[in-house]
């Protein structure tokens, strides 16, 4: 067996006292970093540009927190002189294709190692994985981490399958990501869906309000059910979030879980500019895309979990389950590099960003026919309405992509939105700025595109199958004419953001139809249906 110089004398989680990473819901919450003690330290820092100082971040750091012991594993196992005869068949890039290694190098292939013994188990660990999770727990605030190679995605699915059982109610925002509906395939948990708020003049839908979960779940108990758990999505992709400390109060009062899609919030602990995590306000369980603000690779996310109320065996066998038996050693160590690389200078890594995005803002204010959201909690998220010029969010997005190579994260009927991050430069943003108001001089139609009708596509909802019956239902297609009042047996959805229209069970309504082809026409991309251009359906053949 092939051995490393570092022995790990790690105790396992269920032996440790959780207060130390943060602790259940009778620990005090995490005290926040106050703006003094991070614009302090600012002043005597470099003005290097923000993935720089990132960077150094990361290979120089001095403190403990802020060592990689899962990279460091990777690295001693890469270095190591001996004859490889087991996979992956390239065998540390010997064999790599050419078409590839000659984008990317051959580095990633040296590092493509498998679950070899001193790089420890996934679903068992002992050694270097079980120490990166602990400080990413210690860091995040949570009871205990896990780290995810199968994106937020397999977090969101675990967590729904460890808390709901076949037959029992979900209640979740008719918002939430696809992951949620597959979830409720594979455990056979019935939907009880919460309509977001919606805002009409830019299409967005946004938060819910604790009054609606409490709605849903006293409807329950009329019916003589009970909630198993309640899934929030926040914040939304736009930056919106609800109100999860109240969401939990309530909850709680009645020993419902709460689990939080935090996929877009995986920075919020770091800048007091930033909304509180769902950690700090009480959430059992959030799901964080580590790869989205922070700097691991993409595919790889973190599941946290607080308090007693799920049963956190049944996570690891959730989650053991979902996640490959062959994990991505890469994505595991991007994991723990990007905790590194905040642990060394959390109180302060963001405070260029902040500021980035601020003046960014403000420049984008200041362009004719061009709207700016204000509804976001998230200062680096950046929504912009193109509404104004005559343009769907899709056209606008094409157009700058052309005309001045800016690429933004996100295209909706009405807006755009962008994500600034560690990586983002000054320049990067005045390009950006630079291209609205291209688009403002240049492409200002006198004439509006017809807008969207005022009404969500999630209203009159009406399940008929729970998702998991509608999966296994035998299915038909039929022209999409023909399709209204049939129950749906496919996930329709615009992606990104991956939110889906139509689900398996539910009636297929006109309002749903039209929407999606409106946002069809306007250019949007369909995933999910087996006519992408939705000239047929598939419904169930009940």
């Given amino acids: 067996m092939i051995t490393t110089a570092t022995a790990y004398h790690v105790p396992l989680y269920g032996t440790s006292d959780p207060s130390r990473f943060g602790g259940g819901h009778s620990s005090p919450p995490p005290i926040r ?158 939907p009880k869906y919460i309509t977001p708020s919606y805002n009409a003049e830019w299409d967005i839908a946004c938060g819910i309000r604790t009054s609606q979960v409490e709605e849903a779940i006293e409807g329950l108990e009329r019916a003589h059910r009970r909630a198993a758990a309640v899934l929030i999505t926040s914040p939304t992709y736009h930056g919106i979030c609800s109100d999860v400390g109240e969401i939990v109060r309530l909850c709680h009062s009645r020993r419902i879980p709460i689990i939080v899609d935090e996929a877009h919030g995986a920075h919020f602990k770091f800048h007091h500019d930033f909304p509180l995590t769902a950690l700090e306000q009480g959430a059992d369980i959030a799901v964080q895309s580590t ?51 905040i642990s060394d200078s959390a109180d302060s890594i963001f405070n260029e960003c902040v500021e980035l995005a601020a003046r960014t803002k403000i420049q984008i204010e200041t362009i004719p026919n061009v709207a700016l959201l204000n509804l976001s909690s998230d200062p680096l998220r950046v929504t912009v309405g193109v509404d104004g010029l005559g343009l769907s969010g899709y056209e606008a997005d094409e157009m700058l992509c052309e005309s001045k190579g800016v690429v933004c994260e996100l295209a909706g009927t009405r807006s755009l939105t962008f994500a600034i991050n560690l990586g983002t430069s000054k320049e990067d943003c005045k390009r950006l700025v630079s291209g609205l108001k291209h688009l403002s001089l240049n492409l200002f139609r006198k004439h509006g595109l017809k807008r969207v009708g005022v009404a969500a596509p999630f209203e009159d909802v009406c399940v008929k199958l729970s998702p998991r019956e509608a999966f296994f239902a035998m299915k038909k297609k039929v022209s999409v004419e023909d399709s209204i009042g049939e129950i749906c047996g496919e996930l329709i959805c615009p992606y990104p953001p991956g939110i889906p ?42």
């Avoid at 190098?105 to 660990?125: C, N, Q, T």
């Avoid at 979990?305 to 595991?332: A, F």
């Fill in 33 to 190: 970093v106050s703006q003094k003690t991070i614009r302090e330290p600012q002043k005597q820092q470099n003005k290097a540009p923000p993935s720089i100082l990132a960077n150094s971040s990361l290979n120089n750091n001095t403190s403990p927190s802020a060592s990689a012991p899962l990279v460091d594993a990777l690295k001693i196992c890469t270095s190591q002189d001996v004859v490889r005869f087991h996979f992956p068949g390239h065998n540390k890039g010997r064999a790599a294709p050419a078409s590839l290694s000659r984008i990317i190098g051959l580095k990633p292939f040296v590092h493509d190692l498998p679950e070899l013994p001193e790089l420890d188990d996934l679903f068992s660990p002992k050694g270097p994985i079980l120490d990166a999770q602990r400080r990413a727990s210690e860091l995040f605030g949570s009871s205990e981490t896990w780290f995810l190679v199968g994106g937020t995605t397999c977090g969101i699915q675990a967590s729904i399958m460890a808390t709901c059982s076949p037959g029992d109610s979900l209640i979740l925002p008719r918002n939430s990501h696809v992951s949620a509906i597959s979830a409720m395939v594979l455990c056979g948990a019935v």
């Fill in 501 to 542: 229209v139509l689900i398996p069970g539910e009636a297929i309504n006109e309002s749903a139809l039209n929407y999606l082809l409106d946002v069809r026409d306007r250019g949007a991309a369909i995933s999910g249906a087996a006519d992408p251009m939705l000239s047929s359906i598939v419904v169930c053949d009940v």
């Fill in 291 to 341: 790869h989205k603000v922070l700097c691991s690779l993409t595919q790889s996310s973190m599941l946290h979990m607080n308090g007693d109320l799920v049963d956190r065996e049944r996570i690891c066998r959730c989650l053991q389950t979902l996640q490959s038996s062959s994990p991505s050693y890469l994505l595991l160590a991007s994991l723990d590099a990007a905790r590194a690389q």
